[in-house]
C-alpha cells in the first residue's frame, strides 16, 4: 500500500526516520539560515523572549527530553533561567510563576491534549506562548502567538527520533538567537557546529554493526537496563530509557550517575547491564568513577564516549562535536540499541503495545 512505498525498502518506519536524522539537522539549518548567515527568527518572537524574566518549558514524553536539553542550552547560551515541567503535572503542581514568564512548548504533533490543557490556561492569563512543532496548522500552533517548526518531515514511528533531534536543533538556534539579541553572543557559529553534529550523526548511523554488536552483548537476555550520565548526558540517558521501554519493553530506567549511590545501586547485581554516557569533559571523570561502582557490584557496563574523553575499553566512541551539542550525536546509539533489541525480540517497532502515536486525551 501506499505506507510501504514511502517506507521504501526499509523494514520499519523507525529505522528510516533514525537515518533521515543527519538531513533533518541540514534542513533545520537551511529553513533557519537567512541570506546574510544570520538566524531567521521573526523580531516580534525575538522581541517577546528578551523581555522575559523566566521561560517555563511545557512537553510530554520524548519532547519532555528536548525540552531538558533546551533549559540547558538557554541557560547556558542565553542566560535566561529556564524551568522544563511534565505538561500534565503543570497545571495541578503549578509552580509560581515570575513576573514576565514566558512559555514553550514543545511537540511533535502539536496535538498533545495535556500540553494544549496548560497551553489554555496560560494563555488565559496573557502569557505569550511560542509552540516548536513538526506539524504546521496544528492545534498548539494555531493557539500560541508563536511557532518555530521543526521541518522533520512525516514522522510514522511511535517511537519518536527524529523529531526529538530536530526539537534540539531548533532549540539551539532560538538559544544563540537570542545570545544574540542580548548581545551576549560568543564565537560560536551555531550553523557551522549544527552541521558538524549532522555529519558526527551521520558517522554513527553508518556504524549500525556496533549497536547490534552491543545489543547481542548487554541486552541478549536481560529484563532490564540503566542509563547513566552527569549534567546533559543524564537527559539523554531519560531519552534512551525511554526509546527501549517504548519498543523493546525492556525495563528501562536513566539515572544521574551521582544519584545511584542514593538507592539505586541497591539493583545492581552480576550482570545488570548498564549504558552510560560520558561527553561532558566537566564530569568525564565523575561519571567515570559511577562506572567503577557498579562494575564493582558485577554490572555489565556499555562504555558510550566522546572522542577525546574516550578510553581504550570503551565500546562506543562518538565525533566530537560543540559540548552543548552532544545529545544530537549520543541519542543515535541510544535510539538504534533500542531498535536492535525490539528487533531480537520480535516487537512490533514502529507499533509498539499500549502507545499512540499522539494522545489527544488528558
Ligand atoms: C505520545 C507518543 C510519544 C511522544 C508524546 C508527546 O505519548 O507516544 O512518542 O513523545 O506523545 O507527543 P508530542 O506530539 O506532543 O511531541
Known sequence: ???????????????????????????????YQDASGNIRIDSELRNSLKEADRVYIIACGTSYHAGL????????????????HIASEFLYNRPILSKHPFFIFISQSGETADSRGVLVAIKQLGYPALTITN?????????????LLTHAGPEIAVASTKAYTAQIAVLALLAFDQA???????????????????????????????????????????RNCFFIGRGVDY??????????????????????GGELKHGTIALVEEGTPAIALVTQSSVRAN???????????????????MEGMEEGTD????????????????????????????????????????????????
Open 235 to 256: 537527559y539523554v540517558a531519560l531519552e534512551g530509557a525511554l526509546k527501549l521501554k517504548e519498543i523493546s519493553y525492556i525495563q528501562a530506567e536513566g539515572f544521574a
Open 135 to 147: 506539524v504546521p496548522g496544528s492545534t498548539l500552533s494555531r493557539e500560541a502567538d508563536y511557532t
Open 69 to 84: 536539553v533546551g533549559k540547558q542550552l538557554l541557560e547556558k547560551v542565553a542566560d535566561i533561567p529556564v524551568e522544563s
Open 287 to 305: 561519571i567515570r568513577s559511577n562506572v567503577q561502582e557498579i562494575l564493582a557490584r558485577g554490572a555489565h557496563v556499555c562504555m558510550i564516549s
Open 1 to 31: 500500500d501506499a505506507s510501504d512505498m514511502e517506507k521504501g525498502l526499509y523494514p520499519h518506519y523507525m529505522l528510516k526516520e533514525i537515518d533521515e536524522q543527519p538531513l533533518v539537522i541540514r534542513k533545520v539549518i537551511s529553513k
Open 180 to 222: 544574540q539579541a542580548q548581545g551576549r553572543a560568543g564565537q560560536m557559529n551555531p550553523f557551522h557546529e549544527l552541521s558538524m553534529a549532522a555529519n558526527a550523526m551521520e558517522i554513527m548511523i553508518n556504524k549500525k554493526e556496533m549497536m547490534e554488536e552491543v545489543v547481542w552483548q548487554y541486552l541478549n537476555a536481560s
Open 315 to 362: 565500546q562506543i566512541v562518538l565525533p566530537a562535536v560543540h559540548e552543548l551539542l552532544t545529545p544530537l550525536v549520543s541519542v543515535i546509539p541510544l535510539q538504534l540499541i533500542a531498535y536492535y533489541a525490539a528487533k531480537y525480540r520480535g516487537c512490533d517497532i514502529d507499533k509498539p503495545r499500549n502507545l499512540a502515536k499522539s494522545v489527544t486525551v488528558e
